[in-house]
């Protein structure tokens, strides 16, 4: 009698703690699913899809190891552990993908020297790479841009915005994830070159971009760093270059 109502009290415990335990990782997941836009910004979204998927098959064989306690038959004491076995499989294949494509970009300096630009925000007309870098001297500069080349030459970090999944890009209407991206490893010292504003106009439509520019902008300015906007003048209506020269201070392309 005391053997059996040991027993009893122990499987009580047991389901108890595993309910507690899939209760937890439901968090967990929803967590995770809810850091998707970030995640995106760092991952292709086929990967990410497979990372999701892994974890919710998990979840099910959790979910399915819990049922397992109550209803067991001799299906479901097997389709449990088939269920974590292959959502864990998948999550590691996965995990392995996702570690080749995160390398995050991170501003470096370029050419040292004294800064001729004080922090701040400033906008130009189609430049050169070349004609920036004798202001941003000492500075650690990382590039938005739509052609890498000209700063990959430079020896400029960049993100490319592209739809094209590849090390280093972001998609265009992926205004959230860049800006997270951006500003994750900028301090006082980083200038951020924004080459690709016609573009991402292109994609998201003025407004969207012009409140990605000031939420970039105020950003930099409180962490008393800087950016520079590059953008051709005749893309652009009369109102839309007004607000933006509202905005942004024009640059001085020499040295004072």
């Given amino acids: 009698m005391g053997a059996e109502w040991l027993a ?38 086929k990967t990410l899809r497979g990372v999701f998927l892994g974890i919710f098959i998990f979840w099910l064989g959790y979910l399915e190891n819990v049922f397992n ?45 004294p800064s001729f630009l004080k922090p701040g925000a400033y906008i130009t007309g189609l430049v050169v790479p070349s004609k920036i870098l004798p202001l941003l001297q000492g500075k650690q500069l990382l590039a938005i841009t739509r ?58 439509g003025f407004e969207p971009v012009m409140k990605f520019l000031m939420n970039l902008k105020d950003n930099l300015l409180t962490r008393n760093a800087g950016m520079v906007v590059i953008v051709d003048p005749k893309t652009l209506d009369d109102r839309q270059m007004n607000m933006l020269m509202r905005e942004f201070e024009r640059l001085p392309l020499q040295k004072p």
């Fill in 69 to 113: 306690d109550l209803y067991k038959t001799e299906l479901t004491k097997v389709l449990d552990d088939v269920l974590v076995a292959v959502g864990m499989t998948i999550i590691v294949v996965t995990a392995f993908q996702m570690k080749k494509q995160i390398r995050a970009v991170r501003p470096k300096v370029v050419t040292k020297g």
């Fill in 8 to 45: 009893g009290e122990f499987q009580t415990v047991k389901l108890l703690a595993e309910i507690v335990a899939f209760a937890t990782l439901t968090s967990a997941v929803v967590v995770a699913y809810s850091l998707r836009d970030i995640l995106a910004s760092y991952v292709d979204r």
């Fill in 147 to 204: 052609h890498p080349k000209p700063y990959e030459e430079h020896g400029i970090p960049y993100i490319w915005i592209s739809n094209v999944p590849a090390e280093n890009t972001v998609r265009p209407t992926e205004l959230a994830p860049l800006l997270h991206r951006v500003l994750s490893n900028a301090d006082e010292n980083t200038f951020i070159i924004v080459d690709g504003l016609e573009y991402l106009i292109l994609n998201n």
